[in-house]
T-cell receptor, first 115, second 112 residues
């Protein structure tokens, strides 16, 4: 399967702990996006990268959140000092922007539960 | 920023009937409108999209229409089947700023 993959699929942590999620985009996709989805809502944009450059961050992305894409391939999203309000599904998507396409392909997500 | 409203939030139709989901957007600069289907425990899957230079697009049983003047677009599913049961999301973005703004979703249930 050559789709977007995310790891782990589920994460349970205690309030105050740090967590890190990984996303592997579709090969040769140069844009990578992070979204957050809470129950009963649509995904909300967090940040995106073109190659290794982080081009935009949402105001939703507090200073406890940091994302990286060091070699322009996989990306990590870290949440420090987790809070119960961080409980959500974290979705990663990728696209091949140079083709002029806006099509974003999503991974299965990482469900975070903060106790 | 962009705001996308979607309705209805839930929709039940008899198998074989048609289903229509409607969305409105606020930013006239938006020019790309995808529709995603999300099944339980999975990420959203792109099912069809439309760009602002086109008024309608069809792919087998699925069609999308766009009215730029009124700033609304709709998803039409004909001859519905049980496997169409899922949550559907509309979204909007514009070229040069491809972050997607999603609607709140429609839970579609197909009654056998």
């Amino acid at each position: 399967d050559t789709g977007v993959s995310q790891d782990p699929r589920h994460k349970i942590t205690k309030r105050g702990q740090n967590v890190t999620f990984r996303c592997d985009p579709i090969s040769e996709h140069n844009r990578l996006y992070w979204y957050r989805q809470t129950l009963g809502q649509g995904p909300e944009f967090l940040t995106y990268f073109q190659n290794e450059a982080q081009l935009e961050k949402s105001r939703l992305l507090s200073d406890r959140f940091s994302a990286e894409r060091p070699k322009g391939s996989f990306s990590t999203l870290e949440i420090q000092r987790t809070e119960q309000g961080d409980s959500a599904m974290y979705l990663c998507a990728s696209s091949h922007w140079t083709s002029g396409s806006n099509e974003q392909f999503f991974g299965p997500g990482t469900r975070l539960t903060v106790l | 920023g962009e705001n996308v409203e979607q309705h209805p939030s839930t929709l039940s139709v008899q198998e074989g009937d048609s289903a229509v989901i409607k969305c409105t957007y606020s930013d006239s600069a938006s020019n790309y409108f995808p529709w995603y289907k999300q099944e339980l425990g999975k990420g959203p899957q792109l099912i069809i999209d439309i760009r602002s230079n086109v008024g309608e697009k069809k792919d087998q049983r699925i069609a999308v229409t766009l009215n730029k003047t009124a700033k609304h677009f709709s998803l039409h599913i004909t001859e519905t089947q049980p496997e169409d049961s899922a949550v559907y999301f509309c979204a909007a973005s514009y070229f040069g700023n491809e972050k997607l703004t999603f609607g709140t979703g429609t839970r579609l249930t197909i009654i056998p």
